[in-house]
């Protein structure tokens, strides 16, 4: 009982959410010991503490196939399927990496691929560190971005099969998404604007003021904001992003 | 008669020779039970085992032909059922043949305190009717005997007078000897046992006509064999359980034990894995250095995603050129720059019914040395010629289950060349190059109009 998924569920991708994630690896995490402990009856809310308790990400390790709590609490999200607004707010927020990677990883398994280009994406200028486990229980640092990165290119994250993305292009083909614009893109245009406006003495003040303004955000593990995205906020041109 | 033919059938199917006297028969002729015998001049020679069948009741020929026992027990046997009634109290001497009887007859009285010396401790039971009992199993043996030799002897009844005297004095001796033995252990006992003694010699007393039975004699609690018996079994069975209690007990700390050294070996690992976890620092203050490093990556992944584009575009252009291409100048072009078949293996020329072995279809994007070999090269049975063979043999699988004749298919063409339509005449020409269908180059779909009247 304690591991059907919730009732009114709707089913994700033509399956049980639950079944996401692999057989094998789903029945190692129902019997492990963070699953049976720590997720036992967890709500929206309370899933919330629990991510902000996060210290790494992971799949599973060792020889016996022990997963990570990281995997345990997306296994558990997919059991009770929060609503939307939650996974944004997740997404959204800045203090917490590891809230905002879950969040980042139930999108891309639940959602459309529209939803997951415009939500992720923005996550793209994160650039803070995370401890990640490797397979043989080793720790290993990464970046956030990389991660987001993972998410949408790759096969396999945290060993679990992703969903199938389509592509950028057939997307923007259909007119359904903008082509990416990268901040380090208008960063460029910004910079090659003002050389051509005013030779070196906005550069000069340009190029300074962004990392001033980074330096005053301070990473601390748990409560930490990512400095790019408000400096993106703040330089977005395109009036579509960040105003959902 | 019949058994005797019987027999003989028997013997003849068995190829075993009949006593001839029984039955006449023509010799049969085998060596199978042939044995090497001695005859009267000592020479040897091979005949015909002479098989003498056991017959229960009748005494076998190898049997010893006087033996006394023997005779005697069948003559008792017969005499006995006989006898038994009409003599039952016959007392008979000739006691020197018996040997028990004789030791009892030259027995000594002797004192009582000088047996007792003799004996370390007299605490078995005595019997009571001893000498009677004694008495009357001599006179069974004794009539026994005496029926037997009835015949033989003359038997005095005075002899039997004098012998019977002499028995009840034994008797009557004996049982003071008793009595004594008696007052003697009674000495050594409470009182209580006489009386259950004295009961029980009541008891004895009434019943003194039936089989002479063993006086029981009390014995103390703590000395009593059964009951000490009982004891210790109860004590040993105490004892093992006691060993069981503490066997478990050892294999219960043993098992915390174990249990205890797993709990701890675990927290180790936890502790390992936290204090490797801590180790890693993720609050590199650096912004500098950080906002440059994503820089890069994000510079590099633009760069990806940019190529990617480049390349779909570029195929696209390329399916749009070669589509607008005609014919002949898609056929220059493919002459110009060819297929590239990765990992294309050489094709290789089979033997008469060589097996077909296949790559496999999958993992040829990679180019390895490996896929391009010959897979041609005849196997196991392939090696050898197998046109020689006859034309049964001439099979795939030969002797198996899922042979097949088939070899080719130009082997299963059954078209006869003979055929008017096959023959290379002006007219056949002229039809294959005018009327034939899918022979020449015509693109246009057959229309409803036109419609050709021949």
Redesign the interface.
């Known amino acids: 009982m304690a591991n059907r998924t919730v009732k009114d569920a709707h089913s994700i991708h033509g399956t049980n959410p639950q079944y996401l994630v692999e057989k094998i690896i789903r029945t190692r995490i129902y019997e492990s010991k963070y699953w049976k402990e720590e997720c036992f009856g967890l709500t929206a809310e309370l899933v919330v503490d629990k991510a902000m308790e996060l210290r790494f990400v992971g799949g599973v390790y060792g020889g016996n196939i022990k997963p990570t709590p990281f995997l345990c609490l997306t296994l558990k999200m997919l059991q009770i399927q929060p609503e939307k607004d939650i996974i944004v707010e997740f997404i959204k927020n800045e203090d917490f990496k590891y809230v905002r990677m879950l969040g980042a990883l139930y999108m891309r398994l639940t959602g459309t691929a529209i939803d997951c280009y415009k939500y992720l994406e923005p996550l793209y200028n994160d650039y803070r560190k995370i401890k990640s486990q490797n397979r043989n229980g080793e720790f290993e640092l990464m970046h956030v971005d990389e991660f987001i990165d993972e998410l949408l290119h790759s096969e396999r994250v945290c060993d679990i099969i992703l969903p199938r993305l389509q592509k950028r292009y057939v997307l923007e083909e259909a007119e359904q998404l903008e082509p990416r614009v990268s901040a380090l893109e208008e960063d460029m245009d910004d910079v090659e604007s003002s050389e051509e406006e005013e030779e070196e003495d906005e550069k000069l003040e340009r190029v300074p003021s962004p990392d001033h303004r980074r330096r005053s955000y301070r990473d601390l593990d748990k409560p930490r904001r990512s400095p790019t995205l408000r400096y993106r906020r703040s330089r977005s041109r395109s009036p579509r992003r960040l105003r959902p | 008669f019949e058994i005797s033919q019987v027999l003989g059938v028997a013997a003849a199917a068995v190829n075993m020779s009949v006593p001839s006297s029984l039955m006449k028969q023509p010799p049969i002729q085998s060596t199978a039970g042939a044995v090497p015998v001695r005859n009267e001049k000592g020479e040897i020679s091979m005949e015909k085992v002479k098989v003498k069948r056991y017959v229960s009741g009748k005494r076998p020929d190898y049997a010893p032909m006087e033996s006394s026992d023997e005779e005697d027990e069948e003559f008792q046997f017969i005499k006995k059922a006989k006898e038994q009634e009409a003599e039952p109290e016959e007392q008979e001497e000739d006691s020197s043949s018996d040997p028990r009887l004789r030791r009892l007859q030259n027995r000594i009285s002797e004192d009582v305190e000088e047996r007792l010396a003799r004996h370390r401790k007299i605490v078995e039971p005595e019997v009571v009717g001893e000498s009677d009992s004694e008495v009357e199993g001599d006179a069974w043996r004794m009539e026994r005997e005496d029926s037997s030799e009835e015949e033989e002897e003359e038997i005095d009844d005075e002899e039997i007078e004098r012998r019977r005297g002499m028995m009840r004095q034994r008797a009557q001796e004996r049982k003071n000897e008793e009595l004594e033995v008696m007052e003697v252990e009674d000495e050594g006992r409470s009182g209580e046992e006489s009386e259950s003694e004295s009961e029980y010699e009541e008891y004895t007393d009434s019943e003194d006509e039936m089989e002479p039975r063993l006086k029981p004699v009390f014995i103390r609690k703590k000395d009593r064999v059964t009951v000490q018996e009982r004891e210790a079994e109860a004590l040993k069975q105490k004892e093992l359980e006691q060993e069981a209690k503490r066997m478990a007990e050892e294999r219960r700390k043993y098992t915390l034990k174990i249990v205890e050294e797993e709990t701890k070996k675990e927290l180790e690992e936890n502790k390992r894995?936290l204090a490797?976890?801590d180790?890693?620092n993720?609050?590199?203050?650096n912004?500098?250095e950080?906002?440059e490093?994503?820089?890069v990556?994000?510079?590099k992944?633009?760069k990806r995603?940019r190529e990617d584009?480049e390349a779909?575009e570029k195929e696209k252009a390329e399916i749009e050129r070669m589509r607008n291409l005609t014919e002949e100048e898609r056929r220059a072009e493919l002459r110009a720059n060819g297929k590239v078949i990765t990992n294309k293996a050489v094709k290789g020329k089979y033997k008469f019914l060589q097996k077909y072995y296949h790559r496999g279809a999958f993992f040829m994007d990679e180019d390895e040395e490996v896929y391009k070999r010959d897979f041609s090269a005849p196997t196991l049975e392939d090696h050898f010629n197998k046109t020689i063979l006859p034309k049964v043999m001439q099979v795939k699988n030969f002797g198996r289950s899922g042979r097949t004749k088939y070899t080719h298919l130009v082997d299963q063409d059954t078209t006869s060349f003979d055929s008017a339509w096959g023959q290379e005449s002006a007219q056949n020409t002229k039809f294959f190059k005018q009327k034939a269908a899918g022979v020449r180059d015509v693109f246009e779909r057959p229309s409803a109009k036109k419609r050709k009247t021949t």
């Open positions: 894995s490797a976890l180790a890693l993720t609050d590199d203050e912004d500098e950080e906002y490093a994503w820089k990556r994000e510079l992944r633009i995603d584009r779909l």
